[in-house]
């Protein structure tokens, strides 16, 4: 349905996005998770022609983008990122100006019009202007405007931004079950938002993809790695002493100093050790104080910032 290949942007000198490829099956909803300043939004810009890559190519549904941009344009729905600015008109003129600017025929509109209102929810306020209203409402008004047309591919840069948990609730459901009828691009930089919603993942970082996997796999990737954390009061500063004496330990990280003057720290140790034991009884002996000590699960989150380091790493060598 979609396919980037070696595709590359620059912004003069500075490249937003570095050679990334990667393919998008029909009906997948996939998720493109990153921080901020990773190359999302040039990447979705891209893919929906707005910015031409520097290099490579993307193909949507056999077309070039490039070469045949009307038949690739007219399968894709676009919400940028933000809110529209069409402020001053109701949110239907909005969404007529819409199919419109989609060429619409003439003799649909009106269905469609009425249709993606009520996907959007959108019908109590429809002769409403936008500049009056919520933020939740806008989003979906945006959201309103990128799937008039009936588009096969939906482009949803940062859908949840700027919403309340209960708009935000119900932004994830509505993309969800768009995902029954459309192929689905969604941008975000919150894992677990991407890991609720999405099958697939496309992790980027510094215009770089990462990885590309299913949240599930991508949890079990780093899963092997045995973590421990804790919170000890450390007056003669010699935890990095003794823990360095533990066998198999891979790494000690200060997490944080608080402020009745004990420290959170995570312990790294190989794979099928229990590092807990010998933590306990060194660190007695040290006059070091356990204040808590788990064994932490690995979640997303530290899959996510495990792979951006490792490939961090691998950068500078
Ligand atoms: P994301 O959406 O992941 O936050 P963007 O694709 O917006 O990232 O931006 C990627 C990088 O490119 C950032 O470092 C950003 O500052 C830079 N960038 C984006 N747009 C422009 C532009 N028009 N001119 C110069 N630099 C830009
Ligand atoms: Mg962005």
Avoid: W
Avoid at 225 to 240: C, G, P, Y
Wanted: net charge neutral.
């Amino acid at each position: 349905m979609i396919e980037v290949k070696n595709v590359t942007k620059k912004y003069g000198s500075f490249t937003a996005v570095d050679n990334i490829s990667f393919n998008i099956e029909e009906g997948e909803i996939v998720g493109l998770l990153g921080p901020n300043g990773a190359g999302k939004s040039t990447t979705m810009n891209m893919i929906t022609g707005f910015l031409e890559p520097d290099e490579g190519e993307i193909i949507i549904d056999g077309n070039s983008i490039l070469k045949k941009p009307k038949k690739a344009k007219k399968q894709i729905g676009y919400m940028p990122e933000g809110v529209p600015l069409y402020n001053d008109l109701t949110v239907k003129e909005f969404i007529n100006y819409m199919a419109d600017l989609k060429m619409v025929q003439r003799n649909e509109k009106k269905e469609n019009v009425q249709k993606v209102m009520e996907q959007t929810n959108l019908i109590e306020v429809q002769n409403k202007l936008i500049r009056n209203l919520s933020r939740g409402y806008k989003q979906r008004v945006s959201m309103a405007g990128a799937l008039v047309g009936n588009p096969k591919i939906l482009i949803l840069d940062e859908p949840t931004v700027g919403l309340d948990p209960k708009q935000i609730t119900e932004i994830r459901s509505l993309i969800k079950s768009l995902g029954k009828e459309h192929t689905v691009i969604l941008s975000s930089h919150i894992l677990s938002e991407i890991s609720q919603i999405c099958k697939k993942v496309i992790i980027i970082n510094k215009g770089k993809i990462i990885a590309i996997d299913t949240p599930e796999n991508l949890e079990e990737k780093v899963k092997d790695e045995n973590a421990v954390t804790l919170t000890v009061e450390d007056k003669d500063n010699k935890i990095e002493e003794v823990t360095k004496q533990i066998k198999g330990i891979k790494e000690l990280k200060l997490i944080k100093d608080n402020e009745d003057g004990t420290k959170d720290y995570v312990i790294i140790s190989e794979e099928k050790i229990d590092i807990r034991k010998e933590i306990f009884e060194k660190y007695a002996k040290a006059h070091i104080t356990i204040f808590e000590l788990k064994k932490r699960e690995t979640t997303l989150e530290d899959a996510f910032m495990k792979l951006i380091e490792n490939k961090d790493e691998e950068g500078n060598k």
